[in-house]
T-cell receptor, first 113, second 112 residues
Framework: NAGVTQTPKFQVLKTGQSMTLQCAQD?????MSWYRQDPGMGLRLIHY???????DQGEVPNGYNVSRSTTEDFPLRLLSAAPSQTSVYFC????????????FGEGSRLTVL | LAKTTQPISMDSYEGQEVNITCSHN???????ITWYQQFPSQGPRFIIQ???TKVTNEVASLFIPADRKSSTLSLPRVSLSDTAVYYC?????????????FGAGTRLTVKP
């Protein structure tokens, strides 16, 4: 099993550009989420989804959009990138039966110039 | 919203047992205690989860006293590869009112 797959692993953007971070999981998990991690800090929840067609905001949602059209995929969109969005982004998934047991992807390092 | 307090850093030597304690004074009845491990440039990895008393798996043990206001992650006979950041989370699910937040974690350094 691939688990949780994130692409791209690295990306450099200019301020104002848009992009989408992709996340896919092959474990048939109901729950998926996006976190960002800044240097020396823990992870902060951006958006999450408890099932296809359902999304909600986390702790730091501003500047990000998400959608969940399938169980497998949960893309994160930056509509107009800002330097404050320079960070490492992690996608995670978990099952409804064990929601606290998160499976994380390897991360996507984003730099906004 | 349950909050956790854990040491910022700890040092140990290979072969020793390491105990990392997490305080969570306002833990709710439905909350579980979950620990994650994170290596540099990787996503966190689930280690163990418990509700009360003691839980043990092939990687670690989790000790939870009766009042559940704290918990201790025990790593037996650590090796250099156990150098990582360890996070203690409290909650019943990651997404209930943004529950189960990741704090700064405990940076464990294992020395030869």
């Amino acid at each position: 099993n691939a688990g949780v797959t994130q692409t791209p692993k690295f990306q450099v953007l200019k301020t104002g550009q848009s992009m989408t971070l992709q996340c896919a999981q092959d474990m048939n998990h109901e729950y998926m989420s996006w976190y960002r991690q800044d240097p020396g800090m823990g992870l902060r929840l951006i958006h999450y989804s408890v099932g296809a067609g359902i999304t909600d905001q986390g702790e730091v949602p501003n500047g990000y959009n998400v959608s969940r059209s399938t169980t497998e995929d949960f893309p994160l969109r930056l509509l107009s990138a800002a330097p404050s969005q320079t960070s490492v982004y992690f996608c995670a998934s978990s099952s409804r039966d064990r929601p606290g047991e998160l499976f994380f992807g390897e991360g996507s390092r984003l730099t906004v110039l | 919203l349950a909050k956790t307090t854990q040491p910022i850093s700890m040092d140990s030597y290979e072969g020793q047992e390491v105990n990392i304690t997490c305080s969570h004074n306002n833990i709710a009845t439905n909350d579980y205690i979950t620990w994650y491990q994170q290596f540099p440039s990787q996503g966190p990895r689930f280690i163990i989860q418990g509700y009360k008393t003691k839980v043990t798996n092939e990687v670690a043990s989790l000790f939870i006293p009766a009042d559940r206001k704290s918990s201790t992650l025990s790593l037996p006979r650590v090796s250099l590869s156990d150098t990582a950041v360890y996070y203690c989370l409290v909650g019943d699910a990651p997404y209930n009112n943004n529950d189960m937040r990741f704090g700064a974690g405990t940076r464990l350094t294992v020395k030869p």
